[in-house]
């Protein structure tokens, strides 16, 4: 089994001076770092954009691993990239036509990032199937997106499972990474259905230790 990859949120961060010091506190810990972007209208909070990214990349050296909580992901996606973003998510609920999605995905590996693919907890496996075959990652939201500190949806469990099985079945390189409401217990959970990435928001960020914090999800 791959080694399970922890990547801490950044939502529970307000400010970019308080992001650097996140960054730099668990850069010897996490995997990633899951940056939240969120633009008032896709979700209803906002958080900050690639002008910002920006500036967190050039203070770490952990990985940037974009979530794309926007509207319309299609015009920010170059912007992203070209700031830094080693893997760039995009919702599968923004977009109208498949054929757009997968032109995004497209061009997300062509700006030299890894493309990720994102569904909200109503969103079934079943509707995504046809398209993963574009995707690095597959981010499967469990919670409603937009903010930290909800309760983790149980029934991600059986939609982890389920793309698990849909993996192995086809042979792709796929990474399953579960996003919101996350505990150690349940990370191993996640782990032993098929899991590879793990988020974390506030229980990394509120733990006094992060680093043991860190440790206890993998
Ligand atoms: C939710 C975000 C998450 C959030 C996770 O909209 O996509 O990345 O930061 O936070 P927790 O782990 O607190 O649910
Ligand atoms: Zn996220």
Request: proline share 3%; aromatic share 6%.
């Amino acid at each position: 089994m791959d080694k399970l990859l922890i990547a801490p949120s950044t939502d529970p961060v307000k400010t970019v001076e308080d992001l650097i010091k996140y960054a730099d506190e668990i850069k010897n810990d996490a995997d990633l770092l899951h940056c939240d972007i969120m633009d008032g209208k896709f979700v209803e909070n906002k958080t900050f954009s690639y002008d910002v990214l920006g500036i967190l990349k050039e203070k770490t050296l952990l990985p940037l691993d974009v979530h794309l909580m926007i509207e319309k992901p299609t015009k920010l996606i170059k912007k992203f990239a070209q700031s830094g973003a080693n893997i760039i998510t995009v919702h599968y609920e923004a977009y109208k036509s498949k054929n757009r999605l997968i032109r995004d995905l497209k061009l997300i590996r062509k700006l030299g990032a890894l493309s990720g693919l994102s569904i909200k907890p109503n969103t079934e496996i079943g509707e995504v199937v046809s398209i993963i075959g574009y995707c690095d990652f597959v981010l499967i939201m469990s919670v409603e997106p937009g903010k930290s500190g909800q309760k983790f949806i149980e029934k991600t469990y059986g939609k982890v499972s389920e793309i698990n099985k849909i993996k192995i079945d086809y042979g792709i390189r796929l990474k399953i990474e579960v996003d919101g409401g996350i505990n150690p217990e349940i990370s191993h959970r996640l782990k032993m259905l098929g899991a590879n990435v793990i988020v974390s928001g506030s229980y990394v960020f509120s733990s006094e230790n992060r680093q043991v914090a860190i440790s206890s999800l993998r």
